[in-house]
């Protein structure tokens, strides 16, 4: 009857049934009775209401009835949530990361991945992490989800019962691309994922970097790439020492980006916007950036140009 | 009582002579019936307004993808339709129009404890209001946080959330101000003879809620001022890179927001208590139960801000605990779901719209309340938290049950307000249309909500889109209905035929005194009963 696409299907859909049965069960009972009172007791057919006293037992039973229901609803709520939070000791452990507006998950060793790719039947825990604002970890199918908080350091599991891809959704409001930071959940055979594990590659970058560090810390790999994909802001590649468009005030001028601009797109972003791209959607940072950490941005933007 | 009252010459409210003239004798008037009628015209443009950019919405959802606006312009559009229809529409409503207008009629008293108060609640308000309206159009773009404002995003995005939240911040005041002049009126202004057990059940409704508007309120001024404080000045009391708590946020937000929904549905639920008896003839069954649930409803509601949180990373005792509370809250909405129905078992039932749409919100408010166990089951929850499971329930409680609880109430006291009576088959119409319309528009939200379509999304997967093609045109619909229902009321109003004292054979004392009432509402001796609601 439920499906088995994670161990808590059933706990989950048995109280849905549960509580919907109920209040479908009220729902018709009182509009039908409703029905009935309007129809028979119309004024043309019944024309003298009659004054009916209060009786205290027929209170006393209204209340008795939905009380005893609502905790055995209760219950079966409880019921079926406690299994998620008991994971196993021994469940395979995975960093989920979230940020605006993608996912990433680090796998023992640091090795990442843009999908999630899971063994069936195996218990896997997801450690969550966020770089910025708040993010919601729902798969749907799974009826998994539980809030990625910045500083947090919440979590969920399951244990996956069926191979094939799945919907991985954000749910908590993030900001502009919320609706499109979705990723893939693949359940493959054991074997499989060891394979794919084993191929999956380290992650690499400069760690070393000042600049590197502050950039990726404040979370502008969000919306600006290093590899000349646009996404929401212009990529930071070949970006240091080019003429671009941008739009003061509304009027178009050339402007080169050096120190100095790129200071002041940091701190004041909307004063100059890059012709393009609208304004309001890069924050200022002042205050969360300090001044004389932004020369070390700059010197890593000089590393990103094509020599 | 002695007989030789002094007559004074009947001159309705709506015609008196005071110190100023033409616009100046309204926008500066202190009689609470012109200040419910000022808040009812405000409060119904920013109704249409916020319905309008609703409709906006669904048409963007029509279809997967792109269809007529921008990701940011959803973002903006959701925010400020969920402000206005919160903050001033909802929150403000009922107990601003109809208990500004009724509660001291109800209570026999000739105006509120502090009339001045008043006038200076509503000035708030719009002052508020053009603040909200403002935030819109300043140059870094219309706030895109939606109308709970979480940190850390409302604390680091780029848009003008400190305008937004200064605007709610002082439309609380109003609220609060509101709240604690119809405590006081409810005290103190009573008529001789009319005990607390001998009001009316609106103004026991009025009076619970006017508890929370005073005690909740300040919580989330100080919330709002927290997170301007954060933005201004980097102080970190949410944002986790400055050392906050941003769960601290949510805490502080639903403390105030979940017992603001009670704000909104404890005087729906006492105008529907008004319309019942009258349309049946029948004394109110269960006075009692139906009087203290208000103040249980109240009370309880305090403590159950949590299962707004259940996927937030909280410890699982307080899963539980909120858990068990909220399923508790449950029982007296029961209650007066049951008294409402039994008070129609024999009586002489009158199908006139009022109580077509008094019968419409039960029905409505059964399924809003219902689906709110599947919200409070934690299990369920976990799969429906932050999807259009979320969204259908909120409409059906708000919308289907505070805003046809209004549909209801103007029905009713229209005669009263204006001294006239609309179109009667019109307005069923109207009603039939929006009740029509609303299902359409919500209920597939249930479906997709479960199957996993999230909130707040711009853009969905393709499995989703009948449900959101349904809705819309349901959307459509709704909106026809609504503009119908308002010609019909406007018209009605202006040039309707003139409404008798008391139209409705109403037994509590607005309908013992002319329509529409005189400036101190009460010129002549009236009767208080000892049950307000006694046909004979
Ligand atoms: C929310 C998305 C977002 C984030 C996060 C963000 N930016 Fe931007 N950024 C943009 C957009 C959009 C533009 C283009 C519009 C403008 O100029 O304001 C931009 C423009 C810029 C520019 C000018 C680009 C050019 O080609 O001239 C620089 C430099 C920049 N950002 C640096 C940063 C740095 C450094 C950070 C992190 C501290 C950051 N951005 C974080 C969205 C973002
Ligand atoms: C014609 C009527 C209406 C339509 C078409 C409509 C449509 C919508 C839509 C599409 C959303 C966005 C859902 C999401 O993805 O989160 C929404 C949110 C909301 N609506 Fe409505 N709505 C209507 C009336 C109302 C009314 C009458 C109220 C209140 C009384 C209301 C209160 C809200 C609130 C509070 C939100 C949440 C905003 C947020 O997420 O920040 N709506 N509505
Ligand atoms: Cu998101
Ligand atoms: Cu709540």
Known sequence: MFSNAS?????????????????????????????VFVVKYNKKRHPKAVQIKDSSLLEFTWTAIPMILVLFMFYVGWEGFLPMRQAPA???????IGRMWKWTFEYPGKKQSDTLVLPINKAARMELFSKDVIHGFFIPTFRVKEDVVPGKKNYTWFIPGELGDFDLLCSAYCGLSHSYMSAVVRIVPEDVFTKWLAKLPVSKVDENNEGYKLVEKNGCFSCHSIDGAKLVGPTFKDMYGSSIDVMTNGTRHKITVDDEYIKNSILDPNKDVVDGYAPGIMKSYTGLIKDKDIPKISEYFKTLKAK | MSNEVNKIEYVSYLEHQGRFKGLKSWIF????????????????????????????????????????????????????????????????????????????????????????????????????SVLAVASQFLKSGPPDTGWTFYAPYSTTTGTSVIIATTAAFI??????LTGLNFLVTVHQMRAPGMKFFNMPLFPWAIYATAWIQLLATPIVGITL????????????????????????????????????????????????????????????????????????????????WGHHMYTSGMSENARWFFSLLTFIVAVPSAIKVFNWISTMYKGSIDLKPPFLFALAFIFLFIIGGTTGLILGS????????????????????????????FFAAIHYWLPKMYGRLYNFRRANIACIIMFIGFNTLYFPQFVIGIQGMPRR???????????????????????????????????????????????????????????????ENFDEPFEVKANPYDYK
């Open chain 1, 7 to 35: 161990n808590f299907v059933h706990g989950v859909d048995k109280a849905f049934l549960i509580i919907f049965g109920i209040s479908l069960f009220f729902l018709i009972l009182l509009t039908t009775i409703m029905i």
């Open chain 1, 90 to 96: 021994d469940a395979l452990n995975v960093k989920v």
């Open chain 2, 29 to 128: 008037a202190t009689d609470h019936k012109r200040i419910a009628l000022l808040y009812m015209y405000a409060i119904a443009a920013f109704f249409f307004i916020g319905a309008l950019l609703g409709l906006l919405m669904r048409f963007e959802l029509i279809a997967p993808g792109e269809t007529i606006m921008k990701a940011q312009t959803y973002n903006g559009l959701f925010t400020v339709h969920g402000v206005i229809m919160i903050f001033m529409v909802v929150i403000p409503g009922l107990s601003a129009v109809f208990g500004n207008f009724f509660l001291p009629i109800l209570i026999g008293a000739k105006d509120v404890a502090f009339p001045r108060l008043n006038l200076f609640s509503w000035w708030i308000f719009v002052f508020g």
């Open chain 2, 171 to 176: 439309l609380g005041f109003s609220s609060i």
């Open chain 2, 225 to 304: 001022l927290m997170l301007i404080a954060e933005r201004l000045f980097g102080i970190g009391f949410f944002d986790p890179n400055l050392g906050g708590d941003p769960v601290l946020f949510q805490h502080l937000f639903w403390i105030y927001s979940h017992p603001a929904v009670y704000i909104m549905i404890l005087p729906a639920m006492g105008v529907i208590t008004e319309i019942v008896p009258t349309f049946c003839q029948r004394k109110v069954y269960g006075y009692k139960a139906i009087a203290l649930s208000s103040l249980a409803i109240a009370g309880v509601g305090f403590l159950v």
């Open chain 2, 378 to 405: 934690v299990a369920t929850n976990i799969q429906v938290h932050d999807t259009s499971f979320i969204v259908a329930h909120f409409h059906y409680i708000i919308f289907g049950g505070m805003g046809f609880a």
């Open chain 2, 457 to 519: 999304y711009f853009d969905y997967l393709p499995q989703f889109q009948t449900g959101h093609m349904i809705s819309t045109i349901g959307g459509v619909i709704l909106i026809f209905g609504l503009f119908y229902m308002l010609i019909n009321l406007i018209k009605g109003a202006r040039k309707g035929p003139k409404a008798p004292a008391n139209p409705w054979n109403g037994s509590t004392l607005e309908w013992q005194i002319p329509s529409p009432p005189s400036l």
